[in-house]
């Protein structure tokens, strides 16, 4: 008997026990988040991602020339890899030339035909010259043999010494008429000729021209770097199939590494809080053991559509103070701007912060009871907000609502 009662003592203690347990351990469960209010320095940080990219590089461009030409659009037929280390004068590239090929077979053809021309004129010309010098040649054999004949006709009628004399006269004039007809033809001859290897020597000029502007669609590098690809109008990296102009003849660019910034977007409501010269702590995502500082050198006035969005962002350069080798530009980076700092403040979570007819209060521990207490509240960021009055540093608040305190009043400041 005294065994079974001494069992059932033991039992009844163990079933205390695991009750209390139990529901202790659902009231910790169901028990409301706390933390106390801190004092230090608060730190409000706009963060936004960014890409990172060099504030001078050297552009590679294409053909320069190729508008005189008329040749507008050029297709990029092969580029080397992005990222790739070229020497000065390594190759980058090379653009389609069937357009130029084009032209440059015309202009032989054009070539051919003038230099034809120009041979047939040689021949007319060199034949009709001809035939005028042995007219005149003709009038001076008649006039030396009408001299001679009139040498011998001493005894002859007057009649017919006048008529050689005439006759002799009459010839003079048509050589002197000869002479001057000759020296027009060959005056034009000799422009038609020079007009006609004129145009030979501009097609000449032409091809040599063209045979220059096809080198250039072999792209080489005037210096030694690292390549990177450039964006077209469209925000578009430029790559093999893309088509370059006259206006926009650059294929890819030679970024100085020395020189970096990170080129970021805000939202309208960051922005009003983003300034010259805040300071910056830059991250890249591609290595997260990499911090370098910078400091904020652009803010854009105006804001601009995102491609497939309507919300204005507005562009924001931060200027990076060191450099690392790993960095290279088109990497994505964590950009920390820091827009506000306080030092030795009261600060708690934002979640600790409860409202009623406009007065901002805190559900504060005070010894087993908890009192609702009126706060003045200063800046805040995404997670706290600094206390100017109603709170202690170390007062312990709580992060959600208490059961049960909704009649409760507020103590408000003095």
Not at 335 to 359: C, G, Q, R, W, Y
Not at 363 to 374: R, T
């Amino acid at each position: 008997m005294n065994k079974k009662k001494i069992a059932y003592a033991i039992g009844a203690v163990v079933l205390l026990i695991l009750a209390y347990s139990f529901f202790n351990t659902t009231s910790e469960e169901n028990a409301p988040i706390t933390t106390n209010v801190v004092k230090g320095v608060f730190l409000d940080e706009v963060i936004i991602s960014g890409e990172a990219q060099s504030t001078s590089s050297k552009k590679i461009n294409g053909p320069i020339n190729a508008r005189r030409f008329n040749i507008y659009q050029i297709k990029i037929q092969d580029l080397v890899a992005e990222g790739t280390v070229v020497k000065k004068g390594g190759y980058i590239g090379k653009l389609d030339a069937s357009e130029v090929n084009g032209k440059i077979n015309d202009a032989m053809l054009n070539l051919e035909s003038a230099q034809s021309r120009y041979t047939q004129k040689q021949l007319d010309t060199t034949l009709t010259l001809k035939e005028e010098r042995n007219k005149i040649k003709d009038l001076l054999f008649n006039i030396e043999k009408d001299e001679i004949e009139l040498s011998q006709s001493t005894y002859e009628p007057p009649a017919t010494i006048k008529q050689l004399e005439i006759n002799i006269e009459k010839t003079k004039r048509d050589l002197k008429e000869k002479k001057e007809n000759y020296s027009i033809k060959k005056r034009k001859a000799t422009a038609e000729m020079v007009q006609v290897a004129t145009e030979v020597s501009k097609i000449k000029k032409r091809i040599e021209e063209l045979k220059n502007l096809q080198k250039e669609f072999t792209i080489h590098s005037e210096e030694a770097g690292m390549v990177t690809y450039i964006k077209d109008w469209s925000g578009n990296k430029k790559k093999v199939g893309s088509t370059i102009s006259p206006w926009e003849p650059a294929i890819a660019s030679l970024p100085d590494l020395t020189q970096m910034e990170s080129k970021t977007y805000s939202n309208e409501v960051d922005i009003r809080k983003i300034k010259k010269e805040l300071p910056v702590v830059v991250g890249f995502d591609a290595f997260p053991e990499i911090e370098l500082s910078g400091i904020v050198t652009n803010v854009a006035n105006v804001g601009e559509n995102k491609q497939g969005s309507d919300v204005k962002l507005f562009q924001v350069l931060i200027k990076l103070n060191e450099t690392n080798e790993n960095i290279r530009p088109g990497m994505t980076t964590s950009n920390k701007i820091l827009t506000h700092k306080e030092e030795d403040v009261l600060m708690m979570p934002l979640e600790a912060v409860f409202a009623k007819d406009s007065i901002s209060f805190a559900y504060v521990k005070s010894g087993y009871s908890i009192e609702k207490k009126q706060i003045e509240l200063g800046t805040s960021n995404n997670e706290v907000v600094i206390i100017k009055n109603g709170l202690k540093e170390n007062e312990t608040v709580f992060l959600s609502k208490p059961e049960g305190l909704d009649d409760k009043s507020i103590t408000l400041l003095k």
